[in-house]
């Protein structure tokens, strides 16, 4: 008997391990991915041509040895495959960790955890919930919610930030990212054994700090200069 538990104990924890690897590496490749998604935003600071000259160039990467958009498919397909790993090892080390968790603890455990942590797993949902709308509003629907032509991304761009509520909602969803940022960086270096001794713990906060504010900050930077009239039509 005591054979069996040892061996379904050593099976879940090997389980769980796999979980966090699938977790950190689905989790480096969305981190790569909104590094280079943040740098074609800020071409909206180039104007109208430049911005609409990137977004083309995109569905033309690979060519003649991709068809159109070939290159943007198979980004796509990757990411969805990414997300649905991410997404599922995320509620199943949660599922795992309440039924771990047999009475309620004395003292709240997230007195000594970070905003971030805590925000975490709600924070995912919030970045979860705002991709839908983001895909809806400018690739897959392309949604032009003041009413303008869809066919030309920078106008259409232009026209979501103008509306003051569009960008109050992007800006949370980058708050929510750069939490979900600074947290899931150290989590993953923590899985990937990069965090054994104070100054790695150390490193790994502050390239937390740095992906949180230089991705989020990034990103933000382009719907408060359309607010603010600094990127216009």
């Avoid at 083309?56 to 290159?71: D, V």
């Avoid at 990757?78 to 047999?102: D, E, M, N, Q």
């Avoid at 003051?164 to 800006?171: A, G, P, S």
């Avoid at 230089?214 to 933000?220: E, K, N, P």
Wanted: aromatic content about 12%; proline content about 2%.
């Amino acid at each position: 008997m005591a054979t069996t538990t040892l061996v379904t104990g050593a099976r879940a924890s090997r389980s769980t391990i796999t979980l966090k690897l699938l977790m950190a590496a689905s989790g480096i490749i969305f981190i790569l991915f909104v590094l280079l998604h943040m740098y074609g935003n800020l071409k909206a600071f180039a104007g109208h041509d430049a911005y609409n000259e990137y977004a083309a160039h995109l569905r033309t990467l690979g060519e003649p040895m991709l068809p159109y958009e070939g290159f943007l498919w198979i980004l796509r397909v990757a990411l969805i495959v990414a997300l649905v790993v991410h997404a599922y090892s995320a509620f199943a080390l949660w599922r795992r960790a309440g039924r771990a968790r047999t009475q309620k603890y004395v003292v709240k455990k997230n007195l000594a955890s970070s905003f971030s942590s805590r925000w975490m797993r709600w924070g995912g949902v919030t970045i979860l919930l705002f991709l839908v709308w983001h895909l809806l509003n400018f690739t897959v629907g392309k949604v032009n919610i003041s009413g303008g032509s869809t066919n030309d991304p920078y106008n259409l761009l232009v026209d979501t930030f103008d509306v003051w509520w569009m960008t109050l909602i992007y800006l949370a969803a980058m708050f929510a990212l750069g939490m979900h940022l600074h947290h899931g960086t150290w989590s993953a270096a923590q899985t990937l054994g990069l965090t054994n001794n104070a100054r790695a713990r150390r490193n790994a906060k502050t390239l937390g700090w740095i992906l949180a504010v230089v991705i989020a900050g990034g990103f933000s930077l382009v719907p408060i200069a359309v607010l603010t009239g600094v990127i216009t039509k």
